[in-house]
């Protein structure tokens, strides 16, 4: 069982940056793969990034890449995503999800574990 919670939200100018750091629960943490996703009013939740165990394979969606960064820490049980450049567009609510599995995998019904979600709104 793992328990995830998210922190960092908030209110930020475009072109501004944010950090948002997902702390869990479990003694496992390190066995699993760690995502964030997010979902705009109206519109389905989407992949952001994904990392490995170690951290050290990651993959992103188009929208962010060169932008946003995830990164893990397992020793402090908590995945981070540093946003830089954002954009209105980037409003939404991001999520950040856990999955038992060593594979990349940018599908949310694939995770087994999710945060409430930690609000970002992007002003022009």
């Known amino acids: 069982q793992v328990q995830l919670v998210e922190s960092g939200g908030g209110l930020v100018q475009a072109g501004g940056s944010l950090r948002l750091s997902c702390a869990a629960s479990g003694r496992t943490f390190s066995r699993y793969t760690m995502a964030w996703f997010r979902q705009a009013p109206g519109k389905e939740r989407e992949f952001v990034a994904v990392?490995?165990?170690?951290?050290?394979?990651?993959r992103y969606a188009d929208s962010v890449k060169g932008r946003f960064t995830i990164s893990r820490d397992n020793a402090k049980i908590t995945v981070y995503l540093q946003m830089n450049s954002l954009k209105p567009e980037d409003t939404a609510v991001y999520y950040c999800?856990?999955?038992?599995?060593?594979?990349?995998?940018?599908?949310?019904?694939?995770?087994?574990?999710w945060g409430q979600g930690t609000q970002v709104t992007v002003s022009s």
């Open positions: 999800a856990a999955g038992g599995f060593a594979a990349l995998r940018t599908g949310e019904g694939w995770y087994d574990y």
């Open positions: 990392a490995s165990w170690s951290g050290g394979s990651t």
